[in-house]
């Protein structure tokens, strides 16, 4: 059982910042990449950033300079910090973890999602 659980979303004004947390438990083994999704209304889901380990973040385009992701290995911890956020930024934003079960098949795990809302 692997468990990836989320906290650090909520109401921020624009232009403000915050930082999201992604934590992973569980028969984690050899966890591979880990990153974040969200899904603004109306929207699917897209990708925001992730990271595999012992390589470099990428992220979505439109997010670069504003969105860092880092990770602690050590913790199996996600951090996704949102700097000048707009209101187009809100979401609900989901964690993923990567988990390598074979040398063939890895198997993607998602936490349950949190809120971020960007509102004056």
């Known amino acids: 059982q692997v468990q990836l659980v989320e906290s650090g979303g909520g109401l921020v004004q624009p232009g403000g910042s915050l930082t999201l947390s992604c934590a992973a438990s569980g028969s984690i083994g050899s966890l591979n990449a880990m990153g974040w999704y969200r899904q603004r209304p109306g929207n699917q889901r897209e990708l925001v950033a992730a990271?595999?380990?012992?390589?470099?973040?990428r992220y979505a385009d439109s997010l670069k300079g504003r969105f860092t992701l880092s990770r602690e290995n050590a913790k199996n911890t996600v951090y996704l910090q949102m700097n000048r956020l707009k209101p187009e930024d809100t979401a609900v934003y989901y964690c993923?973890?990567?988990?390598?079960?074979?040398?063939?098949?890895?198997?993607?795990?998602w936490g349950q999602g949190t809120q971020v809302t960007v509102s004056s």
């Open positions: 993923y973890g990567d988990i390598k079960e074979s040398d063939l098949v890895s198997r993607r795990y």
């Open positions: 990271m595999v380990a012992g390589d470099s973040a």
